[in-house]
């Protein structure tokens, strides 16, 4: 599922678009918000860079920074893939959550890493969404989640999967508040975490050529689907098909996050 990145050969100061192949100028590419400016294709963000191009200058301050993933079951060569993780993306976990402003507006904020072991959701990924919601619905805050996952976690098995009920458990207390719960699907946005808490939103809005669906493509093709359409597990399918509110450009998205908030806060 994860794309390549681009190629080494090319010097640093340039960046080869994944989809379109063309070269771009480093300084232009990173202004762009990492948006190829000849086809539109939306390359991937870590997280702190999610943060950085979302929220008011030095307004976020992180939430459960200590949590930790264990290896509950003994899975073989999972503690290797937690270090190469941390090692890949810069984070203990495949999720930041904190809290911020926005437009002035405090929020409670979570933004998965699909460079920390493919965005999956194991038992820490799902007790830090879990307490984000829970501190938002005690402070009566909006949530705002960045959702980028393969899905669950399967080196922790049956506790992964449990986490899906927890997370959608936890949004439900922040309905009870009657705050606003804000999701942006980004590539990819996946299996168990698309069809627990990232589904659940008040409002979703999605990145141009996100992939956005709950089996893999190949799965899809095992279990029967025939005749899928070309935009099938695409942002716009989904938006075609009422999933999804609004797709929404990257350099759109705080506006229009500011917009919603300022709509929907009473």
């Known amino acids: 599922m994860q794309r390549r990145a681009a190629v080494s050969m090319i010097p ?23 948006v190829c400016t000849h086809c539109g294709y939306h390359h991937r963000l870590s997280a702190r860079e999610r943060i950085l191009y979302t929220v008011d200058p030095d307004s976020f301050r992180e939430t459960d920074a200590e949590l930790r993933s264990a290896d509950p079951l003994g899975f073989p060569e999972y503690a290797e893939k937690l270090r190469k993780g941390v090692a890949t993306s810069g984070e203990q976990e495949a999720i930041i959550t904190g809290t911020a402003t926005l437009n002035g507006y405090e929020i409670v904020i979570g933004v998965m890493d699909f460079g920390f072991m493919g965005g999956s959701m194991g038992s820490v990924v799902g007790e830090k969404v879990t307490r984000a919601f829970e501190r938002a619905a005690e402070r009566k805050l909006p949530v705002i989640m960045f959702c980028a996952s393969g899905g669950a976690r399967m080196q922790e098995g049956l506790i992964s999967l449990m986490q899906m009920a927890k997370t959608t458990a936890a949004v439900g207390k ?35 050529g996100a992939l956005v669906g709950f089996a893999g493509q190949r799965v899809a093709a095992q279990a029967g689907v025939s005749k899928a359409p070309a935009n099938f597990q695409t942002a716009e ?30």
Not at 12 to 23: A, F, G, S
Not at 239 to 259: C, F, K, N, S
């Open 174 to 208: 922040l309905h009870r508040t009657r705050m606003p719960y804000i999701a942006v699907f980004t590539d990819p946005t996946m299996a168990g975490v698309l069809a627990s808490f990232a589904s659940l939103a008040d409002v979703i809005l999605a990145e141009p």
């Open 12 to 34: 640093e100061q340039w960046v080869q678009c994944i989809k379109c192949k063309k070269i771009l100028f480093r300084p232009d590419f990173e202004r762009a918000l990492r």
């Open 237 to 266: 399918f989904q938006y075609e098909h009422g999933m999804i509110d609004l797709i929404v450009p990257r350099r759109q998205i705080r506006p229009t996050l500011a917009y919603l908030l300022e709509m929907l806060l009473p």
